[in-house]
């Protein structure tokens, strides 16, 4: 919650900062804005008061705002809202680590090794025209409802990506560097860590924070099927006990959650690039 | 998310060639070690990962004889109908939307904020909404697909007409253009290569998300041999869903890119 907090507050001057030098009456557009949310929310709450639509398919915001608080202080499916949180992210940080780990070095040895990649390239294209989420079945059939499972859709996810990035980042890095540091006497795993990926880092970066999201989606699916905890489990238990407000409540969890993690993620990004300009 | 987006277009612009005499060979070295692990070394066992005969055997009952309520031209028609319908919907109304927003900034002012707010919710979250509203039948699986869709194609359209050369716009105007020829022959040609890239990964998410969707619960489709096959425990058939979905997907892409030299004919490289 800490770590949300702070993203939001260190974004909010530079989205500020964007604002003010793009548009010039900033008061129009806060104006607008503000507008744009009143249509959706006001909407929304009209919608679900007038009756027009039973409560059960469409609660109101404010039935949905009271149903985050209920299911943060009273256990549903389990735990509360806070502990199937918890309980997602760390399959996620899990599959995300991994995907990193095998990922980038892979990409990396492809970009720099013409053997390497010509060996891998053609299976690795084929894999990953596969769905992330069409892993499941294998996945249940593998690992059954253990933690395997949703960590392979995870990092199935999240592999590409950081393969792809990687590989770009290490074609990228001018040829007389790499010869010069290996006439040098540099091994293979010092030319991996030393320079291969420093060269590498803005693209290795922009690569982790596009595997950061689909990762997060695709935990999303996994645990709408085969877990017995975290926030899509929360979500299908609402579904089958037709509770609108849960389902709701559980996509607010998600939508913040990817949110804070995608500000994050930038942050890094940002503060890194600037580093490798100084 | 334009940085994103032109990574993953570098990507799969620059990627070499899988045709070629070495990727031939890599092929065949996986199938030759998929054929001796399940066979003869007996490393995986058959009710882990089929072997190449199981594989080709789920094929062939699922061409001739049918799996999960109907044969694989039922199954497969079912779930792309369903991805063109709403891939088509979407881009449309996607595609609109990004440049009614690029071309009026009190347009933008008004919906970006609110579209913001929704875009970090996953497809796949929706999923569950959507069967509560409208069932296990397709009207859920269109929703989902169209939602899917619909913000790649919103952002990337407007990222490629905020990206049009102001230059370009100021000589179409000296020159005496109209609005309406402005945003016909200035604007969205100038903007196409971004709105395809937002179609193409438009296109991946309907797959992924039509697949979710189905394997969550629906009456046919693609996902839907998939949800039976590992209920049914069918490594096999697991195995050959997954490869049709795979085609599936690169079918569709191909078929998208033929579109996009047709639409872009100055951009042949």
Redesign the interface.
Known sequence: MTTLSNAANATAPKAARRMRRRLPGIGESLVLSLAGFAILFGGWWLLARSGLVPEQVLPGPDAVLAEILHLMRTPFAGSTLQMHLLSSIGRYLMGLALAVAVGLPLGLLMGWSRRVERAISPVFEALRFIAPIAWLPFATLWFGTGIGGPILIIFSGAFPPCVINAYYGAKLIPTPILEASRTLGASSLRMLTDVLAPGALPSIIAGVRIAAGIGWQSLVGAELIVVSSGVGYLMMQGQTNLSTAVVMAGMAAIGVTGFAIDVLLRLIESRIQKGALA | MA??VR??R??RA???Q?V?R???L??LV?LGLWALATGPLDLVGP???PSPADFWQSGVQIVTRGYAGGTLLTQVWHSLRLVLFGFVVASATGVGLGLLMGLS??AE??????FL??R??????????A???FGLGDAAKIFVIWYAAFVPSVINTLTGVRGVDRTILSAAEVHGASRSQLVRDVVIPAALPMIFTGLRLSL?AC??TL??AE??GAFFGIGRV??T??QD?N?GM?LF???C???L??GT?WLLGTLERRAMPWRQA
């Open positions: 940085q994103a990574a993953g570098r990507g620059g990627m070499p899988v070629s070495g990727g031939l890599s092929f996986v009710a882990r990962f900034p009190r002012k008004l919906i970006n904020p609110t707010l929704l970090p919710i996953p497809p796949l979250a929706w999923i569950p909404l069967i509560l509203w991946q797959w992924t697949v979710a394997l969550v998939l949800m096959a590992s425990v490594p697991i869903a997954m490869v979905v795979a085609i997907g690169a892409t």
